[in-house]
């Protein structure tokens, strides 16, 4: 059974950082792409930022220049760097994964910026 646990999350204010992690586990032959998505109150999940197995990344146009994707291939691990965080990307973050060719996802996490 493969899951995905992000942690991370919290209350941070406005212009602040925050790391996200989501580890995969379970008996994990490969791993392909891998991305965060978002879904705030009231509004459709939206991807956030998106990493292939060879870590070419893109993103939200929303997200462009303040966070940041990156894998760590070896704990099968991704990770979403936020800075300058605004109030607009408070939401809960999902990660997602495909993993032996299947799609995964994560329970997600809390992201509260607010002041």
């Known amino acids: 059974q493969v899951q995905l646990v992000e942690s991370g999350g919290g209350l941070v204010q406005p212009g602040g950082p925050l790391r996200l992690s989501c580890a995969a586990s379970g008996t994990i032959f490969s791993i392909d792409a891998m991305g965060w998505y978002r879904q705030a109150p009231g509004k459709q999940r939206e991807l956030v930022a998106h990493?292939?197995?060879?870590?070419?990344?893109n993103y939200a146009d929303s997200v462009k220049g303040r966070f940041t994707i990156s894998r760590d291939n070896a704990k099968n691990t991704v990770y979403l760097q936020l800075n300058s965080l605004k109030p607009e990307d408070t939401a809960v973050y999902y990660c997602h994964g495909i993993i032996n060719k299947y799609e995964y996802w994560g329970q997600g996490t809390q992201v509260t910026v607010s002041s």
């Open positions: 990493i292939t197995s060879g870590s070419k990344t």
